[in-house]
C-alpha cells in the first residue's frame, strides 16, 4: 500500500518490516526507562550522566556547549538550560568559549566527577542487567553492528 503526500510516494511497512520496526522500539523504551529509573535512584538523569561521562573523558574535563549539544543531538538552547540546572546542582560550571564569541564551555567540576565515580557503577551494572545480559555473543555483536549502521547518518544497506 502507498499514498502520495507532497507528491511523494509513501512505501507502507510491510507486516514483518512493522514488527521488528515495534520491536526495536519497545526495546529502546525498555531498556531506557530501566536504566533511566536506576539512575534516578541517584538523582540524576540520563542526561545528566551523559554529560558528565561525556566530560570526564574530555582533555581537560572541558567540552564546548556546541560540541556537547551536537553528540547528544539536542539543540544547543535545550542543552544550555539543562546545563543551567546541572550548573546549580554544582555538578559542572560554565565559562566563556575562547574561541567562540557567543559559545561557552562545559567544565565538570570536582563535585560533578565525584558523583559520576558513584553513578559509574550503578550504571554499568544496569546496563549490564537490562541489556548486555539478555543477548548471548552472537546477538551482542550482530546488535551492535546493526546500531553502529542505523546511527550512521545516511546509511543505508549496502553502503
Same mark, same amino acid.
Request: positive net charge; hydrophobic residues 35%; contains cysteine.
Given at each position: 500500500?502507498?499514498?502520495?503526500?507532497?507528491?511523494?510516494?509513501?512505501? /507502507?511497512?510491510?507486516?514483518?518490516?512493522?514488527? #521488528? /520496526?515495534?520491536?526495536?522500539?519497545?526495546?529502546?523504551?525498555? =531498556?531506557?526507562?530501566?536504566?533511566?529509573?536506576?539512575?534516578?535512584?541517584?538523582?540524576?538523569?540520563?542526561?545528566?550522566?551523559?554529560?558528565? +561521562?561525556?566530560?570526564?573523558?574530555?582533555?581537560?574535563?572541558?567540552?564546548?556547549? !556546541?560540541?556537547? #549539544?551536537?553528540?547528544?543531538? /539536542?539543540?544547543?538552547?535545550?542543552?544550555?538550560?539543562?546545563?543551567?540546572?546541572?550548573?546549580?546542582?554544582?555538578?559542572?560550571?560554565?565559562? %566563556?568559549? %575562547?574561541?567562540?564569541?557567543?559559545?561557552?564551555?562545559?567544565?565538570?567540576?570536582?563535585?560533578?566527577?565525584?558523583?559520576?565515580?558513584?553513578? #559509574?557503577?550503578?550504571? =554499568?551494572? +544496569? =546496563?549490564?542487567? !537490562?541489556? =548486555?545480559?539478555?543477548?548471548?555473543?552472537?546477538?551482542?555483536?550482530?546488535?551492535?553492528?546493526?546500531?553502529?549502521?542505523?546511527?550512521?547518518?545516511?546509511?543505508?544497506?549496502?553502503?
Amino acid at each position: 500500500m502507498s499514498t502520495k503526500k507532497s507528491g511523494e510516494t509513501v512505501r /507502507w511497512l510491510e507486516p514483518e518490516e512493522e514488527r #521488528a /520496526w515495534r520491536a526495536y522500539r519497545r526495546m529502546v523504551i525498555a =531498556v531506557q526507562a530501566r536504566t533511566a529509573q536506576d539512575l534516578a535512584e541517584l538523582g540524576l538523569s540520563e542526561a545528566d550522566y551523559e554529560v558528565l +561521562s561525556t566530560l570526564s573523558e574530555r582533555t581537560g574535563t572541558t567540552s564546548t556547549l !556546541h560540541e556537547q #549539544a551536537a553528540k547528544m543531538e /539536542w539543540s544547543r538552547s535545550r542543552l544550555s538550560r539543562h546545563a543551567t540546572r546541572m550548573e546549580a546542582r554544582g555538578l559542572i560550571r560554565r565559562a %566563556p568559549d %575562547p574561541a567562540d564569541g557567543r559559545g561557552c564551555l562545559l567544565i565538570l567540576t570536582e563535585e560533578g566527577m565525584d558523583t559520576l565515580r558513584q553513578a #559509574a557503577p550503578v550504571h =554499568v551494572a +544496569s =546496563v549490564r542487567r !537490562h541489556f =548486555v545480559d539478555r543477548l548471548d555473543p552472537r546477538e551482542l555483536a550482530a546488535l551492535g553492528r546493526t546500531a553502529a549502521r542505523i546511527a550512521e547518518p545516511g546509511s543505508s544497506p549496502g553502503t
